[in-house]
């Protein structure tokens, strides 16, 4: 190969390099907006902070609370439905519109629609596993009808987000005020809005994670089928959350688990990655959401 050869070739591999660095970039800030809740009460900032608030209570998921005005405004609760936690009302407060979304209907402006929706800047879609609210206000929420909601919302919003997502403000800051940690509970009482006459249960979680098999969840996502996402996602926040689903069920492991494997793979997918097919006939089969 001449000088000429060579040069060639190392400036292909230069473009290489550069197009992949940037389809990264790309990929991070793109994940780093979205917030979500799922399974036995996890959640991820938009910051990229993990935690557990056992909750059924109704909380403000994400505000715009700094500024002069509050564009939105989206409240969630959950209900146990045979001992595990399933999404059970979704609220999204938007402009003079208010979306309310529960399994049994879709209410817009306090009527039941049916679903493709489109009004006041407002698109509803439905399918047979998720139900999805687009805003012009640059807002996406996505619930699976089950246990997990995912909410991305618009760069322009940083800075400006109070809630259980918490501030947007691109660091993972939620449970610290004022140079001092705060316990979850306390993070999250600040956005508790039960009505008066509502009642909520905040049971204890088992904090011990020793339970869990910490090989087995590092392995699980480490494995084949997650091979596209390993650069992609927080693997040892998601394995901290595989090891609380294991301390934190009795009969029903493989339920919530699976709920927290069906997320990684969902955000995996958010991310750019392409998860491969990891049910099988002996884990997490019932199940045929993701
Ligand atoms: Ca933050």
């Given amino acids: 190969m001449g000088t000429t050869g060579l040069q060639f070739t190392l400036w292909l591999i230069y473009l290489t390099l550069l197009v992949s660095s940037l389809t990264q970039t790309g990929n991070s800030s793109h994940i780093g907006r979205v917030c979500t809740t799922w399974g036995h009460y996890h959640w991820k900032t938009f910051d990229g902070e993990f935690f557990q608030l056992a909750s059924t209570c109704n909380h403000v998921v994400a505000s715009q609370c700094k500024g002069s005005y ?41 009527k039941t629609v049916s679903l493709p929706m489109v009004s006041f800047g407002v698109t509803i879609k439905g399918s047979t596993s998720s139900i999805i609210v687009e805003t012009k206000l640059g807002i996406r929420s996505v619930w699976n009808l089950d246990d997990s909601l995912d909410l991305e919302i618009d760069d322009k919003y940083q800075n400006q987000i109070c809630g259980l997502c918490g501030d947007f403000d691109g660091v993972a800051n939620e449970l610290v005020k004022d140079g001092v940690s705060l316990s979850v509970s306390d993070y999250a009482e600040a956005y508790k809005v039960n009505e008066a006459t509502e009642t909520c249960e905040e049971p204890e979680l088992n ?9 087995f969840c590092e392995q699980f ?3 084949d089928p997650f091979s596209s996402c390993q650069n992609l996602l927080d693997l040892e926040s998601f394995s901290k959350a595989c090891m609380a689903d294991m301390c934190n069920s009795k009969d029903n492991t493989d339920s919530v688990l699976c709920k927290t494997i069906s997320e990684f793979s969902r955000e995996c997918v958010h991310a750019g990655g392409k998860p491969q097919p990891w049910r099988n006939t002996t884990f997490c089969c019932k199940d045929t959401n993701n």
Avoid at 207 to 215: A, H, Q, R
């Fill in 70 to 110: 509050e564009n939105f405004n989206i409240q969630m609760r959950r209900k146990i439905v045979n001992d595990i936690p399933t999404i059970s009302k979704i609220i999204i407060k938007l402009e003079g519109s208010v979306v309310e979304l529960s399994s049994s209907a879709v209410i817009f402006n306090g």
């Fill in 221 to 223: 996502f480490s494995s």
């Fill in 207 to 215: 904090p011990v994670l020793s339970c869990g098999d910490k090989k």
